[in-house]
């Protein structure tokens, strides 16, 4: 239990500072990170003009938000993504109240992103998050989201010869696991991220994903081929690094591999899929229960037990792991020549 002192207690258990007030005999309560913040909180909420919610800034609120995240568990790579988000808001708007931002602050705030070269994705990230902000400390918006136009960029499938000069160009970094994760067992790169070597069963080896580490909330059985078995430790997360380390890995290797438009190991699911049907002859119904999408078109699917898709997993897994190595030692033989049909025919014209 948190002992308060002056409106102010430490709580030792989620190592964040907790704020209880009484204001016009209703009882306000509020974390904060650091004992700065929470004396912060406590002042706002003790004598802030006008109502509570007239009294929030963003900086206040902003604090007493990521503090119910960290209250909740979230990972450090999330709040760090969190942290460098309201940045761009606090350069962008100043730490004012919340109440004062208005249409015109917005409209003002996209402009001055996108000449600065933030993409409408990013902007429309940054404005939800601000939004997110005012829902922690239950303020109104009084503003309302702008349309953004996003740019939608078609992510091409790789080749598997593009595919094995990126593998070779990680060499042994950690970030390897993390494509061998998307790439020869389908995973979303969350989902590799969290992976853990305590789920891989070697006896069987399969992958057991618990529903909790699962977009979709139910667990996964995969089968490990032998190139990604050499990927997993003994023990811990099978990517033993974080994601920014990842992030940094693939964008030295796709320069070093001549491939500048690779955004991550995410696209190895997308060439999983790609390669399943464009050289296994799948069809997508089956390739959509391996990449365990939560609809997968195929009505009969939750008839279907999951033992029974393993004969039909393990092939699948097992052509992808086949057209890597094939590339791989094309690639390191100096040849280009590999015996396996063109993706795009059209597009080498």
Known sequence: MTSYRDGIGYDRARGLWRVRVCRAGRIYKASARSK???ERIRDLLRYGRGSIEESWTLSTAAAQWISRLLAIGRSPETIRYYDAKLAALFRGLGDRLLTSITDADISAYVRARREAGASGR?????LAILARVYRA????LPWVMPRIRIEERYRRAPQPEEVARLWLALGQHPARAALGLCLLAGLRASEAMRARAEWYDRERQVLVLPGRATKTGRSRELPVVATLA?????RGPIVQASELAVRDAFRRASAKAGLPEWSGPGLGRHAFATWCV??????????ADALGHSRPGLPTARYVHAVALQ??????????ERLLLDAIAAVQEGGHDIPV???YPAANR
């Open 36 to 38: 700065e913040e929470a």
């Open 122 to 126: 990013t902007i429309r990230e940054e």
């Open 137 to 140: 400390v239950r303020v109104p």
């Open 230 to 234: 050499a990927l997993i430790p003994d």
């Open 278 to 287: 464009a050289f296994g002859g799948r069809v997508l119904e089956q390739v």
């Open 311 to 320: 004969p039909m997993l393990r092939p699948m897994a097992e052509l992808v």
């Open 341 to 343: 049909p063109n993706l």
